[in-house]
């Protein structure tokens, strides 16, 4: 892939980018040339360079047009790039900034390609029998082998999220979520408990965003006299694009005042801005092997012995990239899975699934697993895939309307959809108390409730819970969604140890000591209010109409 220096002069510019239109692509129906052949600018658009199913065709204009617009656009961009380069307030932000906005042309050139976007669902081939390991077979590493092991690996946690969906400010990661502790709280105590038993040094590194930054820099001080080392690097900042003229609609790099015009490229930004941030060098140098990556958000996500000691004790090759599978519900249906496609394991999201395919996508029978985002990487191997420039990664067209109403988009990508670029990729189906992730209340719901306890930062279920699955709880967005909210309506959080089944909608409200066992559901009607009251003991019921109880 070519990168359009963003010094150059417009002719080579426009030059470099006609360049780009004929590298490392793949022919297909659109007439796109291989990976690795040669080409000529003049047999683009050649009548007799286009073939389909063995018959030699004419590009219609539209296409014509299409590859001309493609082109201008590229090099449109290049020239708003610069200008936008030029507002910068110094020589070291320059060359920061010219570093990402090099990954993000790269970023764009893909996107107007469209390559890769979609699947060829025919293609897809079964999963092989030794794609995916149960979790159970793996061994746990011999007391002596601990030390050495753990001092091989690095904690990732991607801390970029807001957590402005539950009604909160600032970092998500900073929301509490258990005994006053948050979900930083907790993640520092996980590795300094580790550090401790073991007597190691395994460093904990937050990816925040230009979002998450500036306030997560103020927390992390707290933890200083802790037995953690705790780094922080940023994930890139991309400028939005009008979705109509495909341009940026910044005009400086002043991020601050104009956050609206900027975003974080999502987590599969992860591997270019931990190289960039030298810590990719750092950490090899000092002779760890491996990276786990978590979100910040999965309080199921620990470090995991048994599968650390299949990677870091074993004379054999070990897999340069592990995602943590795990059974999947209906309430995962929707959830990226694994594929066997063109003889490599890879990650298949939603997003890339023809549309006449999508319920095929969320059948549990046909597809049994989805991605945890719990990832194990080969340090190594990031900076060799890096450096070769064959990262490989999906291209998410995120939609969004800003508040004066204009529409632009966002080109993001996932961590887990590099799997891959790598050799020797594994599936590990772990269970289920790997993924605990706080996306909503109703999440927050269980995590606070009697179903957990918290040892050393992890959670543990409750041994009187004789399911290991956990409950489906559902709230209802009016009084529920913020977090604020959410906690005003429990004096305290129920008994669910019991529970199957939870669905509240409306003005609800819950009093001391409330147990739900079985399958609950309570609907309060608009105008309607229903006070659970204190000691209330629900089984396998439905509560609905209008319940007060007033203070005498």
């Given at each position: 892939?070519?990168?359009i220096?963003?010094?150059?002069?417009?002719?080579?510019i426009?030059?470099?980018?006609?360049?780009?239109?004929?590298?490392?692509v793949?022919?297909?129906?659109?007439?796109?040339v291989?990976?690795?052949?040669p080409?000529?600018?003049?047999?683009?658009?050649?009548?007799?360079n286009?073939?389909?199913?063995?018959?030699?065709?004419?590009?219609?204009?539209?296409?014509?047009?299409?590859?001309?617009?493609?082109?201008?656009?590229?090099?449109?961009?290049?020239?708003?790039?610069?200008?936008?380069?030029?507002t910068?307030?110094d020589?070291e932000?320059?060359?920061?900034?010219?570093?990402?906005?090099?990954?993000?042309?790269?970023?764009?050139?893909?996107?107007?390609?469209?390559?890769?976007?979609?699947?060829?669902?025919?293609?897809?081939?079964?999963?092989?029998?030794?794609?995916?390991?149960?979790?159970?077979?793996l061994?746990?590493?011999?007391p002596?082998?601990?030390?050495?092991?753990?001092?091989?690996?690095?904690?990732?946690?991607?801390?970029?999220?807001?957590?402005?969906?539950?009604?909160?400010?600032?970092?998500?990661?900073?929301?509490p979520?258990?005994?006053?502790?948050?979900?930083?709280?907790?993640?520092?105590q996980?590795?300094?408990?580790?550090?401790?038993?073991?007597?190691?040094?395994?460093?904990l590194?937050?990816?925040?965003?230009?979002?998450?930054?500036?306030?997560?820099?103020?927390?992390?001080?707290?933890?200083r006299?802790?037995?953690?080392?705790?780094?922080?690097?940023?994930?890139?900042?991309?400028?939005?694009?009008?979705?109509?003229?495909?341009?940026p609609?910044a005009?400086?790099c002043?991020?601050?005042n104009n956050?609206?015009?900027?975003?974080?490229?999502?987590?599969?930004?992860?591997?270019?801005?931990?190289?960039?941030s030298?810590?990719?060098?750092?950490f090899?140098?000092?002779?760890?092997?491996?990276?786990?990556?978590?979100?910040?958000?999965?309080?199921?996500?620990?470090?995991?012995?048994?599968?650390?000691?299949?990677?870091?004790?074993?004379?054999?090759?070990?897999p340069?990239?592990?995602?943590?599978?795990?059974?999947?519900?209906?309430?995962?249906v929707k959830?990226?899975?694994?594929?066997?496609?063109?003889?490599k394991?890879?990650?298949?999201?939603?997003a890339?699934?023809?549309?006449?395919?999508?319920?095929?996508f969320?059948?549990v029978?046909?597809?049994k697993?989805?991605?945890t985002?719990?990832?194990?990487?080969?340090?190594?191997?990031?900076d060799?895939?890096?450096?070769?420039?064959?990262?490989?990664?999906?291209i998410?067209?995120?939609?969004?309307?800003?508040?004066?109403?204009?529409?632009?988009?966002?080109l993001?990508?996932?961590?887990?959809?590099?799997?891959?670029s790598?050799?020797?990729?594994?599936?590990?189906?772990?269970?289920?108390?790997?993924?605990?992730?706080?996306?909503?209340?109703?999440?927050?719901?269980?995590?606070?409730?009697?179903l957990?306890?918290l040892?050393?930062g992890?959670?543990?279920?409750?041994?009187?819970?004789m399911?290991?699955?956990?409950?489906?709880?559902?709230?209802?967005d009016?009084?529920?969604?913020?977090?604020?909210?959410?906690?005003?309506?429990?004096a305290?959080?129920?008994?669910?140890i019991?529970?199957?089944?939870l669905t509240?909608?409306?003005?609800?409200?819950?009093g001391?000591?409330?147990?739900l066992?079985?399958?609950v559901?309570?609907?309060?009607?608009?105008?309607d209010?229903?006070?659970?009251?204190?000691?209330a003991?629900?089984?396998?019921?439905?509560?609905?109409?209008?319940?007060?109880?007033?203070?005498?």
């Amino acid at each position: 892939m070519v990168v359009i220096n963003l010094n150059d002069s417009s002719s080579s510019i426009e030059e470099a980018v006609e360049t780009t239109m004929h590298v490392g692509v793949r022919e297909d129906d659109d007439g796109v040339v291989p990976r690795g052949r040669p080409s000529r600018a003049i047999d683009r658009l050649s009548p007799t360079n286009h073939q389909m199913r063995g018959h030699q065709r004419v590009p219609s204009g539209s296409r014509e047009f299409k590859e001309l617009t493609k082109r201008d656009a590229q090099t449109q961009l290049a020239h708003e790039l610069q200008g936008l380069l030029a507002t910068t307030p110094d020589e070291e932000t320059r060359r920061s900034v010219e570093q990402e906005f090099q990954g993000f042309q790269r970023l764009f050139e893909r996107f107007l390609l469209d390559k890769d976007s979609t699947i060829n669902w025919d293609r897809i081939q079964k999963l092989p029998e030794t794609a995916v390991r149960d979790h159970s077979t793996l061994k746990e590493p011999a007391p002596e082998q601990l030390h050495a092991m753990l001092n091989k690996l690095v904690v990732v946690k991607l801390n970029g999220g807001l957590g402005t969906s539950m009604g909160c400010h600032g970092p998500k990661s900073v929301i509490p979520v258990r005994s006053e502790l948050t979900f930083l709280d907790l993640t520092v105590q996980q590795i300094e408990y580790l550090n401790k038993k073991y007597q190691v040094d395994v460093p904990l590194v937050l990816m925040n965003s230009f979002n998450t930054d500036a306030d997560t820099q103020k927390i992390v001080r707290k933890y200083r006299g802790l037995q953690v080392k705790i780094y922080t690097f940023n994930q890139s900042c991309y400028p939005r694009i009008n979705k109509e003229s495909l341009m940026p609609i910044a005009r400086n790099c002043d991020v601050e005042n104009n956050i609206d015009a900027w975003y974080p490229p999502g987590h599969g930004d992860f591997y270019e801005s931990f190289k960039n941030s030298g810590l990719l060098k750092k950490f090899i140098e000092e002779g760890r092997e491996y990276v786990f990556i978590s979100n910040i958000d999965n309080l199921g996500a620990t470090v995991d012995l048994s599968i650390a000691d299949l990677l870091l004790n074993t004379d054999e090759k070990s897999p340069e990239f592990v995602m943590e599978v795990t059974d999947k519900t209906r309430a995962d249906v929707k959830g990226g899975t694994l594929i066997q496609y063109e003889n490599k394991l890879r990650l298949l999201e939603i997003a890339q699934v023809p549309k006449e395919h999508v319920e095929d996508f969320k059948s549990v029978k046909t597809f049994k697993f989805f991605n945890t985002n719990n990832l194990w990487v080969k340090l190594s191997a990031i900076d060799r895939v890096l450096s070769e420039n064959s990262m490989n990664i999906e291209i998410i067209v995120n939609n969004k309307s800003l508040d004066n109403g204009l529409n632009v988009i966002q080109l993001e990508t996932a961590v887990g959809a590099a799997m891959k670029s790598f050799d020797g990729g594994l599936g590990i189906n772990v269970p289920r108390r790997r993924f605990l992730p706080v996306k909503k209340t109703s999440d927050l719901l269980l995590v606070m409730s009697n179903l957990y306890s918290l040892q050393n930062g992890s959670l543990a279920m409750n041994p009187e819970r004789m399911f290991l699955t956990t409950p489906l709880v559902k709230l209802g967005d009016n009084h529920f969604a913020k977090v604020k909210e959410f906690l005003s309506r429990f004096a305290n959080i129920p008994n669910i140890i019991e529970l199957d089944h939870l669905t509240v909608s409306g003005d609800v409200t819950f009093g001391r000591g409330v147990v739900l066992k079985g399958t609950v559901i309570i609907i309060a009607n608009h105008g309607d209010r229903i006070d659970i009251p204190s000691g209330a003991i629900l089984e396998n019921k439905i509560v609905s109409g209008n319940l007060r109880i007033l203070d005498h």
